[in-house]
């Protein structure tokens, strides 16, 4: 059974940092291309950003509202997913998913985890 | 990166069919056939009901279909049951931004 599980959220004041880990098990995590996915409260779903695997780069790719901010990186004998958020803004407030992609579609999900930004 | 546009609310009685329209553009939708549709309960992670536009994953009911046309692509889910009533997304591949992916808004479906 295929299974990502994210942990790391919580308050933090605007300007703050946080990271988020997600462990995966039950799939070859070297293989896969992984993503966070992001939902503020009452609203939709939002692409944060993506690992591909070494095997094709390696290489990041970030949407606008958080590049240069947030890092993503990966630690394939963990089987382990990071996001590292830096100067957080009360707009990051959100539920972060963890993804696993397959041929341009989220195959799996994590359950989420709550980010809130707040004085 | 511009949202797939969707509407915000569907609705039917049991029994019925439903559709809900993905549209997009030249460069997404319409451009390549890897459309996704999720389905979300509230509190709970998506879940994936369709990929490359027509494809059911293992486990999903046959009551759920995809489609496209153009830059639109459709869900449609026949015979219309109680625990239909969920938050749809489509996604898309899109050639205009750097995650080469981009959501809809989501349509809130409800079963009357």
């Known amino acids: 059974e295929v299974q990502l599980v994210e942990s790391g959220g919580g308050l933090v004041n605007p300007g703050g940092s946080l990271r988020l880990s997600c462990t995966v098990s039950?799939?070859?995590?070297?293989?896969?291309?992984m993503s966070w996915v992001r939902q503020a409260p009452g609203k939709g779903l939002e692409w944060v950003g993506r690992v591909k695997r070494k095997t094709d780069g390696g290489t990041t790719n970030y949407a606008a509202p958080v590049k240069g901010r947030f890092t993503i990186s990966r630690d394939d004998s963990e089987n382990t997913l990071y996001l590292q958020m830096n100067s957080l803004r009360t707009e990051d407030t959100a539920v972060y998913y963890c993804?696993?992609?397959?041929?341009?579609?989220?195959?799996?999900w994590g359950q989420g985890t709550l980010v809130t930004v707040s004085s | 990166q511009s949202a797939l546009t969707q509407p915000a609310s569907v609705s039917g009685s049991p029994g019925q069919s439903i559709t809900i329209s993905c549209t997009g553009t030249s460069s997404d939708v319409g451009g390549y056939n890897y459309v996704s549709w999720y389905q979300q309960y509230p509190g709970k992670a998506p879940k994936l009901m369709i990929y490359?536009?027509?494809n059911r994953p293992s486990g999903v009911s046959n009551r759920f279909s995809g489609s496209k046309s153009g830059n639109t692509a459709s869900l449609t889910i026949s015979g219309l049951q109680a625990e239909d009533e969920a938050d749809y997304y489509c996604?898309?591949?899109?050639?205009?931004?750097?995650?080469?992916?981009?959501f809809g808004g989501g349509t809130k479906v409800t079963v009357l």
């Open positions: 490359e536009v027509s």
């Open positions: 039950g799939l070859t995590f070297s293989d896969a291309w």
């Open positions: 996604n898309s591949y899109s050639s205009t931004n750097a995650l080469e992916r981009v």
């Open positions: 993804a696993k992609e397959l041929r341009f579609h989220v195959a799996y």
